[in-house]
């Protein structure tokens, strides 16, 4: 069973910076995708960067320019590194990795670290 373990949540001021980590217990080259996604109180799930077996990325729009995710595949652990954060982006952020070969596809999440931003 693959267990996905994130870290790095918390309190941050408006303007300032975070990055999370996600740590998988298995080889992060069988997944298609990883990458972390957000829920706040109310509202739906939204992406909010993900990284593809390739190195390709994609962002939610509401992040572009602001955040950075990377891969280190000798530590099977994915980075999300956001700046410039500001208090509606106070939410749940979920480590998210799936996995489809030859089968439907499987979709893999971790807890989720809360991430408050707030003066």
């Known amino acids: 069973q693959v267990q996905l373990v994130e870290s790095g949540g918390g309190l941050v001021q408006p303007g300032g910076s975070l990055r999370l980590s996600c740590a998988s217990s298995?080889?992060?080259?069988?997944?298609?995708?990883m990458g972390w996604y957000r829920q706040a109180p109310g509202k739906e799930r939204e992406l909010v960067a993900t990284i593809a077996s390739g190195g390709s990325t994609n962002y939610g729009d509401f992040v572009k320019g602001r955040s950075a995710i990377a891969r280190d595949d000798t530590k099977n652990t994915v980075y999300l590194q956001m700046n410039n954060l500001k208090p509606e982006e106070t939410a749940v952020y979920l480590c998210?990795?799936?996995?489809?070969?030859?089968?439907?596809?499987?979709?893999?999440w971790g807890q989720g670290p809360q991430v408050t931003v707030t003066s």
């Open positions: 998210n990795a799936y996995e489809k070969s030859c089968g439907p596809g499987r979709n893999y």
């Open positions: 298995e080889s992060i080259f069988r997944f298609n995708y």
